[in-house]
């Protein structure tokens, strides 16, 4: 049976609808008069890419060039406008995704540590019972403690954020989808979350992240994708596109 590329993207075009609206007098005022038009944003154009299974890929470019989009779709938080979208298990069927796109977005602050590890592993797909048996894992890696039966409200934002990469890190994903939290809380945590990507490198897993850091770029990645204007300027080799990448920034900010 032939095993398809983990992630398949053909001709994906995603336009925003904008209504923008003004201040609440003009608005009063304007009760009477037709509403106001609707502008479209295109931010993704005919984007097509295609990555192996076990591919780490980041995806570079200046703000607005549609790189959080691209994730955001993949993710199925956005719905696209038009286009292919493909994830694939290297065993066959639709693959397991850990998006990592906002590690603290989908907390309750009310609710403690613990009671979010089982709502965050519902969203992801889990059971509680499958989250039960992480339970350990996810607290010592995100070096809470008893922190864990506390409020979320009372936690700084460092302690939230370890607990989301935590989250991810132990959903056994086919794909992990990164944007921009690569590396999150101290020094040594953040030696931690590279060398669980390390590990997640060596099983075969599939990565694909967004970053503005170069340097991770270059520490991680074994493929780049440059998006400019919601369209591919350049895939391929890191050194190669970064070195392109790197003119390019230069010549803009002359």
């Known amino acids: 049976m032939e095993v398809k590329d983990a992630v398949i993207v053909d001709n994906l075009v995603k336009i925003f609808r904008i209504r923008y609206r003004s201040h609440l007098k003009a608005r009063a005022m304007a009760l009477l008069k037709p509403a106001p038009p609707i502008q479209e944003f295109t931010a ?9 299974h076990g591919q780490t890929v980041a995806v570079i470019g200046r703000n607005g060039s549609g790189k959080s989009t691209l994730l955001c779709l993949l993710a199925k938080v956005y719905r696209k406008t038009s286009g292919v979208i493909e994830l694939n298990g290297l065993r066959g069927g639709e693959a397991r995704v850990a998006p990592l796109l906002d590690l603290s977005a989908g907390f309750h602050p009310e609710l403690t540590g613990e009671d979010n590890i089982l709502f965050y592993g ?24 008893d922190k ?3 409020t979320l409200r ?33 020094e040594a945590f953040q030696a931690k979350c590279y060398r669980f990507i390390r590990e997640l490198q060596t099983q075969g897993k599939t990565i694909l992240f967004v970053t503005h850091d170069l340097r991770t770029v270059e520490r991680v990645a074994q493929r780049v994708i440059w998006l400019k204007n919601g369209v591919i300027c350049m895939d391929g080799e890191v050194s190669e596109v970064l070195q392109a990448y790197r003119l390019y920034s230069a010549e803009q900010n002359l």
Do not use: C
């Open 44 to 52: 993704l154009n005919g984007i097509t890419f295609n990555i192996p």
């Open 122 to 145: 519902a969203v992801l797909g889990y059971s509680p019972q499958e989250m039960r048996q992480k339970f350990d894992s996810i607290v010592e890696f995100a070096e809470l403690g």
């Open 148 to 150: 864990v039966q506390t």
């Open 154 to 186: 009372n936690w700084n934002e460092g302690a939230r954020l370890r607990l989301g990469f935590s989250i991810a890190a132990h959903t056994d994903p086919d794909i992990l989808l990164v944007d921009e939290v690569l590396a999150v809380g101290d």
